[in-house]
């Protein structure tokens, strides 16, 4: 009973699937598509049950482009219908998607002579997403070649709108700029930058980004801007001379263009041998000065095409005594007071003695410690042995002992030793002659002499 049950079970499974098989109905339906310019867009339109007297069709914002297998020939050269008609797949592929796809929408449908039979309920949406070709965009451009001082400038920056539509933004020193944007066939952004002194050589940087990509960024680049801006002039020199020396000042200026003449007002007392000019007149050299001189004000006129501008310089001139302030005018870029240059001076005198005293106590110490050292290491200790001076063995006298003699035969012979110091120098090595060992030698020889008789006889 149980076999028979489930052959029951099985035969009920199959007519069902078979009745499904049959029927007219949708496996998968077109869905929304996001892809970027240029890629290939695939819309899936797969069925059951269909028969041979259906006919499938696509349709592009409710316009009809396909019929079976084929699409129409005015979109035959940018889409076309994949089909497999064993599996009942009729699928519309767009190999090449461009900027005039973007928002447009699709359906499937399946019609049996002029009746419709099924319709996808979902229309599917293509949305075409474009990136500005970066080779050309961001594009930087400026209202001037070279801007003035106290000016506005105005720096634009332009670029393809793409899909998301871009986003442009000016930064200077890294800080965001104030701008204003506008969107027609491009994207448009405009910053107005009042110029000082201090955009001398900087730089203006335009940034695009966009939604297709968070991690793209690319940049255009305004600068370094020239600036133009009038002269600063400042008299540079030395704030206390004595009589009798030399005056020497420089006039500095800082402009754009560079300042190339420079004018010096002089009092109208000064002979004309009293000074000169060096440098193309931008030093001024006083000479001789005295305490007559003592207070006088000279001036240094600068100009450029952008203005001009004056610095001037209080001469002070000392003898003996320190001289008075002189009060409501402008002074040199450096004050000096000579007794307080002379307490200096003393002061560092002082230290200078001081550190050369210190530095000769340090050499003297270890010259000493290298000298100890050299000769604690000369009685140093190797093992059991102890270093001694070398010595030299010096072959002196020899005495033959005949038959006979109370001494052994043969040739006896003496050497002298002599320990010499290692540190003294060879050609200081002097040697004695041991007087014991004389004596012996005589008695030896008078011994030989004797013998020799005693044989004669």
């Known amino acids: 009973m149980a076999h028979i049950f489930s052959n029951i079970v099985q035969i009920i499974f199959l007519i069902e699937m078979l009745a499904l098989g049959n029927s007219l109905d949708f496996q998968i339906t077109p869905q929304n598509i996001t892809t970027l310019k240029g890629n290939v867009a695939q819309f899936m339109c797969i069925l059951t049950g269909l028969e ?7 349709y592009r914002n409710n316009e009809q482009i396909s019929e079976g297998p084929s699409v129409f020939p005015q979109y035959a050269s940018s889409m076309r219908i994949d089909t497999d008609l064993e599996l009942f797949h009729y699928n519309l592929v767009i190999p090449s998607v461009s900027r005039d796809d973007n928002a447009t929408n699709y359906h499937c449908s399946v019609y049996e002579g002029s009746q419709r039979r099924l319709i996808s309920t979902d229309t599917a949406i293509l949305i075409v997403q474009e990136i500005p070709n970066l080779e050309y965009y961001p594009n930087c451009k400026r209202s001037d070649k070279t801007f003035h001082e106290n000016r506005n400038a105005n720096l634009v920056c332009m670029s393809e709108k793409g899909y998301p539509v871009v986003k442009l933004k000016w930064y200077y020193n890294g800080r965001e700029l104030d701008q204003h944007v506008e969107y027609s066939d491009m994207v448009t952004a405009t910053t107005r930058v009042a110029i000082s002194k201090e955009h ?12 297709v990509d968070i991690n793209l960024s ?7 801007i020239p600036v133009l801006y009038k002269p600063t002039t400042e008299i ?28 010096w007002d002089l009092p109208k007392h000064l002979p004309p041998d009293k000074y000169e000019y060096e440098n193309n007149r931008q030093v001024l050299r006083l000479i001789g000065l005295t305490k007559n001189d003592n207070g006088t004000i000279i001036k240094c006129s600068t100009s450029n095409s952008e203005g001009k501008d004056v610095g001037k310089f209080i001469i002070r001139v000392s003898g003996q005594e320190s001289i008075s302030e002189v009060n409501g005018l402008p002074t040199g870029s450096s004050s000096v007071d000579p007794n307080k240059k002379t307490s200096s001076t003393a002061a560092m005198l002082s230290v200078v003695g001081g550190c050369l005293l210190f530095l000769a106590s340090i050499m003297a110490f270890l010259l000493c410690s290298i000298i100890l050292y050299t000769r604690r290491q000369a009685g140093i200790y190797a093992g059991n042995h102890v270093p001694q001076p070398d010595v030299y063995y010096v072959p002196k006298d020899s005495i033959d002992a005949t038959s006979g003699s109370t001494y052994q035969t043969g040739k006896w012979k003496r050497s002298i030793a002599t320990q010499v110091p290692n540190d003294l120098e060879l050609e200081s090595i002097t040697y004695a002659e041991i007087e014991e060992g004389k004596k012996l030698i005589n008695s030896y020889r008078t011994l030989k002499s004797t013998n020799i008789k005693e044989e004669a006889k």
Do not use: M
Not at 52 to 58: F, G, L, M, T
Not at 201 to 210: G, M, N, R, W
Not at 242 to 262: H, L, M
């Open 52 to 58: 041979d007297n259906h006919v499938v069709r696509w």
């Open 218 to 224: 690319k940049n255009c680049t305004i600068g370094p």
């Open 236 to 263: 540079q020199g030395q704030d206390i001379l004595y009589e009798g020396t030399d005056g020497v000042y420089v006039c500095y200026s800082d402009a754009s263009p560079e300042v190339k003449d420079y004018t």
């Open 200 to 211: 001398k050589e900087a730089s203006f940087v335009c940034s695009l980004t966009t939604e």
